[in-house]
Nanobody
Framework: QVQLVESGGGLVQAGGSLRLSCAAS????????MGWFRQAPGKEREFVVG????????SYGDSVKGRFTISGNNAENTVYLQMNSLKPEDTAVYYC????????????????????WGQGTQVTVSS
């Protein structure tokens, strides 16, 4: 089992940047495929980005391609989400998630494929 804690959210102006962190405790996060999702008020949770368990494959949602980057630090047991060129429509609660999965090279993009979730961190982008 793994526990996930997000941090790094906040208020930023449009065009600015933020870096979110997802710290994993318990089992090392390298045993899981990791992902970031977000949920804006009144909307369904949306896939943002995922990385395979072996770290070799990533997948990005269309709305964040070219602006967001996922990375991981095995020594720190932490996954990061670097968000650049932020837009007001990026405003949401951002959640980190971990998937046990069987495929080391696979990126999971569906909410139901993930087994563990953090509590979320609020990102607000002002225009």
């Amino acid at each position: 089992q793994v526990q996930l804690v997000e941090s790094g959210g906040g208020l930023v102006q449009a065009g600015g940047s933020l870096r979110l962190s997802c710290a994993a405790s318990g089992r090392t996060f390298s045993a899981y495929a990791m992902g970031w999702f977000r949920q804006a008020p009144g909307k369904e949770r949306e896939f943002v980005v995922g990385i395979s368990r072996n770290g070799g494959t990533t997948s990005y949602g269309d709305s964040v391609k070219g602006r967001f980057t996922i990375s991981g630090n095995n020594a720190e047991n932490t996954v990061y989400l670097q968000m650049n060129s932020l837009k007001p429509e990026d405003t949401a609660v951002y959640y980190c998630a971990a998937a046990r999965g069987d495929l080391g090279f696979h990126v999971y993009t569906k909410e139901q494929e993930y087994d563990y979730w953090g509590q979320g961190t609020q990102v607000t982008v002002s225009s």
